[in-house]
Structures are given as C-alpha cells and as structure tokens.
C-alpha cells in the first residue's frame, strides 16, 4: 500500500504479478490511504511499469479500509507510515503489517522452520508471517531508510523509473520466497479474489478465510497518512 494508489503501490502489485510463476496460487492488488476510487492508470506509472514488463491494463484505484487489513493474511506497506496507518486502522491486525522491504529482510533472513508450519489453507502462510513478526521483535532495528521506498510524486520521471526499479527489486525476491512456500507447502492452487484490493502506497497479502488454498496480495497506497504501511 503507499498514500494515492498512484505509483508506488500500483507498480509493487504489477510487477509482482509479472514475476510470479504461471499458475501461482498469490493474486496481487493495490489501495492507498488517501485514494479516490478511479478507473485507469496515471501516465507515468504505466509507462515505467511497461519497460519493466507489466502489464498496465484494467487498474482500478482503491482506498484502504480497516476490512481490507482485517481481511489480509499480509499488508505490506511502502513505507513505516503505510504500516503504521494500516495498524491504526484494524490494531488487531499488528502482527500481520510490515513494510515491503521488511518483510522481505526478515523472512529471507531467518523463518526456515515456518515453511512447512500450520494447517491446510492458509495456515502454512500464516506460520510465515507470524515467523517473520516474531523476528522482528528480536533483530536490530534498521534505519527507516532501509525499509522505506520514497515517494515519487511530483518528482522527474527519472526519479518514478528509480523507484520502479526499487519496487521491482523487492517484488521479485518476494515472488521467490512465496514460489518457494508454495513449493515447500504444496499450497499452490489458485485462489479467486475476494473483495477489493488495499490502497496505494504498498501491499498486502490476504488469504481467503472460507478455505480456497491460495493466498492474495495486496499492494496498498493512500488512505490518510496514519493508516497503512
């Protein structure tokens, strides 16, 4: 998720959709904190998004609401600010909430004994999260700057195709760590998608509570900028 649904969460659920595997049991979707609903993506976005192999047809911009992180198994925001305003929204939902690239530094750094936890479904997904909250709590911090991915907006085109860059980086060492859960669990059927996606300034995964195998991503933007990260 990130603020607007413009940019930043909308070229994290994109890409990410392009560099999972064919019949991946993940679906990718976007909100912001601050998002207006609107058909069609901005300009700019799409053409980064297109010379890194996205596909920019059919987006939908989306708020985040307080049911689309109590929904999502994941909310990954862009930022610490998206992560906060997301906990802020469903507080319950605390343990479920990161930043992009935080998710990715602590489940790559150490939930190997989450990969084949939890019951059918969801479940195994939900051991890794919870493996990567638990970790949290006993790493050594990292400057926000780490975790964080700038906001584009209103800046030159140079500084969106960067921050693409970024985005696609992280995504795509998601993309393999959740081909690689799906390999370990043997959860890989694909899950259809339930309700609207998160909003745009980062990204959330959510899995279907009524039993389908599959888990769905979420990339949130903009709700208000004390909602989601």
Do not use: Y
Request: proline share 3%.
């Amino acid at each position: 998720m990130c603020t607007g649904n413009v940019h930043r969460s909308v070229l994290a659920e994109r890409l990410l959709a392009a560099r999972l595997p064919a019949g991946s049991a993940v679906r990718a979707e976007s909100a912001g904190t601050e998002a207006w609903r609107h058909s069609g993506m901005e300009d700019s976005t799409r053409a980064v998004l297109e010379e890194l192999g996205g596909d920019g047809a059919g987006f939908t911009a989306r708020r985040l609401t307080d049911r689309r992180v109590m929904e999502a198994a994941l909310v990954l925001g862009l930022t610490r600010e998206h992560r906060e305003a997301a906990v802020r929204l469903a507080p319950s939902a605390m343990r479920r909430c990161f930043t992009l690239k935080e998710f990715v530094r602590l489940t790559a750094g150490g939930t190997e004994g989450a990969w084949d936890g939890g019951s059918a479904g969801a479940g195994g997904f939900d051991a890794l999260v919870a493996a990567a909250a638990a970790r949290r709590g006993v790493t050594t911090p990292v400057p926000a700057a780490e975790d964080d991915i700038e906001d584009p907006l209103g800046m030159p085109r140079h500084v969106l195709a960067g921050c693409a860059q970024e985005i696609d980086g992280a995504v795509s060492r998601l993309a393999g760590l959740l081909d690689t859960w799906c390999e370990r669990t043997g959860r890989c059927g694909r899950m259809p998608v339930h309700g609207p996606a998160l909003a745009a300034h980062g990204a959330a995964v959510r899995a279907d509570r009524r039993g389908s195998t599959g888990v769905e991503i979420a990339c949130v933007e903009g709700v208000d900028r004390a909602r989601l990260a």
